[in-house]
């Protein structure tokens, strides 16, 4: 066997998969301007940053315009974001006291804001709002660079590379703005020593299509400018000067990604179909507000499965009815015309919350968890089931309990809905008369009593993480019990098999969620079982529609 002789590889995240070929190009901005000059006129100072300011805020509506063919409306909308926030008051007036208070100029002003607001977004718990800490850097940048070009300092606004033909971008992070204006001609790849795989760049480089490794850290320094490397966005690992047996193995993986890329495009906006003409609904997974831009790239059909959990995992206290209100009708306006499950809470097992205060348990996984905690305490499920309720009329909304085991919970559940769509139209609160209601399967007892729950529903939902390790008596969280985890046993398949049967049998769908929706090992079977709605990963949305479609 050759030894390949390679000078350094590095290893990051993989934000988008793929390989790339190229000369590491390390990402060269304006000079940024730290320094505190003192100023006499304070109020000309203010009128310099507020001619900066909405000249900002014009060229982020030219670059929204120009983003809506690149990225699509659901992407090029942060732009518009981004004019909203250069118009937060919160942020102007501590630009301008600041100016006013230390007699400073407005770059310094604008720096030392953006940083505070950075910092304060980072420590936040959500996801999403950590987000915001790049839209603060990346709008404050812009107006900086103009104040400097208002001033003479900088001819030109913009970022520049240092080496010509194809090259692999490097830096710290990128911005939106940054990563949109790149030609996906000549950046054939990203790294990034910092950066996030829910970053608005990493969404945009997906929509791009450029392959883009981010968390590098330290290794990624400025000797490596100018020396060809070879990314590989499917592991995560860069090779820096790579000699020609690495070179040409990579270039032939290449070859075989490039025409599975090509293919799987070609199903992009279709239906999702089998040969035989069986529509299947394809919808992907979310976790919170941050990926719905994900999911729609990923041209799912809609949400199969909302976790509400992390609502409350990333709060410090019981999410009121108004903010839980807030964040579903974001989720469902995200999603306009498309359906979105959303789960109601299922708190307890290996997620919860140090402000639930629940007791120590031999076995969480079977104890006070999901539906059983939300019927011992219902104040806490009617805030949420309000909540959904007055978000419904902002979309398509469907709701779905997890861990039902009888058919008693699903009457109460239903009950407390209409105990209060009573309220709300007591209230005159709107809501829609067309919300789905539907349970999760993920019990061996919701399983074998399927014929008798499916009358109470709309539709079933299949969590197969939790159904395999119920039937199969093996804990999930147990590394030692791998082996035992079977989602092919029998037992699980049969349970599967008797809930899609009793299920159209009453005359409802049936999906599933768990991550057996995504093994392209099993979809041949679920397909012949009869299932009606699969839930994904966004990144597997292209390559099931594809496999979809070559079975009968």
């Excluded at 883009?212 to 020396?227: A, W």
């Excluded at 789960?343 to 968890?369: C, H, Q, S, W």
């Excluded at 349970?439 to 539709?459: G, K, N, Q, Y």
Aim: hydrophobic share 40%.
């Amino acid at each position: 066997m050759i030894r390949e002789k390679i000078s350094a590889v590095l290893q990051g995240t993989t934000a988008n998969k793929g390989i790339a070929f190229g000369k590491i190009s390390f990402l060269k901005r304006a000079t940024d301007t730290d320094a505190k000059v003192h100023v006499d006129n304070t109020d000309s100072e203010i009128e310099r940053f507020e001619k900066a300011r909405l000249h900002a805020i014009a060229q982020l509506s030219a670059l929204y315009e120009a983003s809506l063919e690149k990225l699509g409306e659901q992407n090029a909308v942060v732009f518009q974001i981004h004019q909203m926030m250069l118009d937060d008051p919160d942020y102007v007036s501590s630009i301008k006291k600041l100016i006013v208070k230390e007699e400073a100029n407005a770059e310094y002003a604008v720096t030392k804001v953006a940083r505070r607001f950075e910092k304060q977004f980072l420590e936040m718990d959500n996801d999403y709002m950590r987000g915001r800490a790049a839209d603060v850097i990346d709008i404050s940048r812009r107006v900086k660079e103009i104040l400097m070009m208002h001033a003479g300092k900088l001819k030109k606004h913009g970022i520049s590379f240092d080496n010509s033909g194809p090259i692999i971008l490097a830096t710290d992070d990128l911005v939106p703005s940054e990563t949109v204006q790149l030609d996906s001609k000549k950046v054939t790849g990203i790294i990034t020593s910092l950066g996030s795989t829910r970053s608005h760049t990493a969404i945009f480089a997906r929509t791009m299509g450029i392959p883009t490794i981010v968390c590098v850290g330290d290794s990624l320094t400025p000797d490596l400018e100018g020396k060809y490397a070879i990314l590989d966005g499917n592991s995560g690992y860069i090779y820096i000067e790579p000699d020609e047996g690495t070179i040409t193995r990579y270039s032939e993986m290449k070859k075989t990604d490039d025409a599975q890329h090509s293919h799987l495009e070609e199903f992009r906006g279709k239906e999702t179909v089998t040969r035989s003409g069986r529509s299947i609904r394809l919808y992907a997974n979310s976790g919170s507000l941050a990926d719905i831009d994900l999911i729609k790239a990923s041209d799912a059909e809609g949400i199969g499965l909302f976790r509400s959990e992390y609502i409350y995992m990333q709060a410090h206290d019981y999410p009121t009815e108004d903010e839980q209100f807030a964040i579903y009708k974001k989720v469902l306006q995200g999603m306009g015309k498309k359906k979105a499950i959303i789960r109601t809470l299922d708190i307890g097992a290996d997620k919860t919350a140090e402000y639930f205060m629940l007791k120590p348990e031999e076995n969480p996984a079977m104890g006070v968890r999901a539906i059983r905690l939300c019927l011992t305490n219902k104040a806490l499920f009617k805030t949420q089931l309000r909540a959904l309720y007055r978000a419904s009329v902002f979309g398509n909304l469907s709701i779905m309990v997890p861990m039902i085991t009888s058919v008693e919970e699903v009457i109460e559940c239903k009950r407390i809905i209409e105990d209060i769509k009573v309220e709300l139209k007591a209230q005159e609160l709107e809501f829609a008369d067309n919300v789905e209601f539907g349970i999760m399967v993920e019990t061996p007892a919701a399983a074998l009593i399927s014929d008798e729950l499916a009358p109470l529903v709309d539709f079933f939902s299949i969590g197969t993480n939790d159904l395999t390790q119920f039937t199969l008596a093996a804990d999930r969280q147990n590394a030692d019990l791998g082996t035992y985890l079977n989602p092919y046993h029998h037992a699980v398949v049969r349970l599967i098999e008797t809930t899609i049967k009793n299920g159209h049998a009453a005359g409802i769908w049936v999906g599933i969620c768990g991550e057996l929706a995504s093994d392209e090992k099993f979809l041949g079977k679920l397909i012949q079982l009869g299932i009606d709605e699969m839930s994904v990963v966004p990144s597997s949305v292209l390559t099931l529609r594809a496999k979809i479609a070559s079975l009968g």
